[in-house]
């Protein structure tokens, strides 16, 4: 998966029209209780499921983590769903996100924690996760379901939805129907420039 037009005219809309926009054609796509740990602006992209199973510390072993093997699954124009089912274990932290941002991924969402966050803000790459935490997924993770469908926030994701996240929130597009909420969101965010512009001619008048 590549980056293409369709990403960049999406990442110029910001999430709150967007839910707008969902709310009028009654899709659910907002995702809950995630919020943006790194990164700058906003990201769009096309979603690479991940699920991971959580346990005791020792449950697994560090092989079994396979943090490696999940930022390997994408790419440039994708973002990384990991769900975790909420629990407060990180799923990635400070090299991971470094790996992502170099292997050109627009953002990891995880439903689970992340750490290292000095380290992660360093990177650039955009994150949001449901807890920040210091103790680590190795030995308690395992990621070993990829393009599955996985649950963030209250909302399931398909592998290819479109994702659009930003410092407001997260929102998740059905792939079938990007075309038409991006038609309605462009021409209510045309509509809301139209608005602004208006208030500022009249305070120079």
Known sequence: MTKDDTLARCAAIGTATWSDAMDELHLNGVVSGLARRSGKGRCAGY???????VGELGRFTRQEF???RMLASAGPGQVLAVELGGAEVSGMGGIGALNAR???IEGVLIDGGCRDAEDMEASGLFVASRHVTPRTGKLRVKYDHFGEPARLGGVVVRKNDL???????????????????????QEMDAADRRKEDALRASRTQ
């Open 66 to 68: 396979g943090l490696d």
């Open 163 to 185: 994702i659009v996240a930003d410092a407001t929130g997260i929102i998740v597009v059905p792939q079938e129907r990007v075309a038409q909420v991006l038609a309605l969101a």
């Open 102 to 104: 170099l292997r050109g």
């Open 47 to 53: 979603a690479m499921t991940v699920r991971g199973e």
